[in-house]
């Protein structure tokens, strides 16, 4: 079975400082990667998906995550935040040819003036 | 506009009184799940279902039924509702086994 292990439950950041949030997985077959962000309020969105080819993966709001297989490892990264990327990030693999999603606990991302 | 919708968004009853959570798309997706989401724990599939008529369960789905006689709704039910049943639920839809899952904007049940 697939699962996914995010460490860091909060990360606090300055508007304009880069940021990483960790996403570690565990499977033994081929899987697909996501990062899903939930704004307060509101539903999950994908930001960028992993599913074969090229390691680093772009998304929206200038977010990219490098799938590292060795470490079996995605994490999300952005060069400078805005106040407005403040939200709840959610890691997730599925099993490839299966629909089934297995989500992180989530990091909070806290962008401060 | 291409969009999941729930209802109802906020909802508050009592142990044991059966109620029915409305899930819609209008994108004509073959795939849709429901999930819930509890402080500490993310997100943890409940159903899933991968046609009209083809449901399966996911991570969670003790306490919980679903249907899936119409492509576009697929209702979550719970028959007898318990306190540990008190979460965020969203439902989501997606054309593909690989492709993105579309969410609704959840509903929140409180069980008393």
């Known amino acids: 079975a697939q699962s996914v292990t995010q460490l860091d439950s909060q990360v606090p950041v300055f508007e304009e400082a880069p940021v990483e949030l960790r996403c570690n997985y565990s499977?033994?077959?081929?899987?697909?990667l996501f990062w899903y962000v939930q704004y307060p309020n509101q539903g999950l969105q994908l930001l960028l998906k992993?599913?074969?080819?090229?390691?680093l993966v772009k998304g929206i709001n200038g977010f990219e995550a490098e799938f590292n297989k060795s470490q079996t490892s995605f994490h999300l990264r952005k060069p400078s935040v805005h106040i407005s990327d403040t939200a709840e990030y959610f890691c997730?693999?599925?099993?490839?040819?299966?629909?089934?999603?297995?989500f992180g606990t989530g990091t909070r991302l806290l962008v401060s003036p | 506009e291409a969009q999941v919708t729930q209802n109802p968004r906020y909802l508050i009853t009592v142990t044991g009184k059966k109620l029915t959570v409305t899930c819609s798309q209008n994108?004509?997706?073959?795939?849709m799940s429901w999930y819930r989401q509890d402080p500490g724990l993310g997100l943890r599939q409940i159903y899933y279902s991968m046609n009209v008529e083809v449901t399966d369960k996911g991570d969670v789905p003790e306490g919980y039924k679903v249907s899936r006689k119409e492509k576009r709704n697929f209702p979550l039910i719970l028959e007898s509702p318990s306190p540990n049943q008190t979460s965020l639920y969203f439902c989501?839809?997606?054309?593909?086994?690989?492709?993105?899952?579309?969410f609704g904007p959840g509903t929140r049940l409180l069980v008393l």
């Open positions: 499977s033994s077959v081929s899987v697909y």
């Open positions: 994108m004509n997706h073959e795939y």
């Open positions: 992993y599913l074969s080819g090229s390691t």
């Open positions: 997730a693999v599925s099993r490839t040819g299966f629909q089934k999603l297995v």
């Open positions: 989501a839809s997606s054309s593909d086994r690989v492709e993105t899952q579309y």
